[in-house]
């Protein structure tokens, strides 16, 4: 059974920093692409980043571009997403979402996690 797991979510201030961690079990990590995706209130879901299996091709949405950082570690499973000079219009939930199937973005028929709740305060 493939489970992912988010964690790290958390009330910051603007300017602070956060760093996101998601967990998958069940499946063989190094053959997914991982992406960490957000959805504010009233807002549609839009990609933040993505990481290829390797790690050695990544993406960023313009508006985290400088900001923020997606990393592996593929020993512990694991997917991070370090995020700085965080401001209030990153407040969202974020998700962590993997793929073996394509280049960088998980699909929807992806395994997806359950959220992580980001808030940032003016």
């Known amino acids: 059974q493939v489970q992912v797991v988010e964690s790290g979510g958390g009330l910051v201030q603007a300017g602070g920093s956060l760093r996101l961690s998601c967990t998958a079990s069940g499946l063989t990590f190094d053959d997914y692409v991982m992406g960490w995706f957000r959805q504010a209130p009233g807002k549609e879901r839009e990609g933040v980043s993505c990481?290829?299996?390797?790690?050695?091709?990544?993406y960023y949405a313009d508006s985290v571009k400088g900001r923020f950082t997606i990393s592996r570690d593929n020993a512990k499973n694991t997917l991070y997403l370090q995020m700085n000079s965080l401001k209030p219009e990153d407040t969202a939930m974020y998700y962590c979402?993997?793929?073996?199937?394509?280049?960088?973005?998980?699909?929807?028929?992806?395994?997806w996690g359950q959220g992580t709740q980001v808030t940032v305060s003016s």
């Open positions: 990481i290829s299996w390797s790690g050695g091709s990544t």
């Open positions: 979402a993997a793929d073996p199937d394509t280049d960088c973005w998980p699909r929807d028929t992806g395994y």
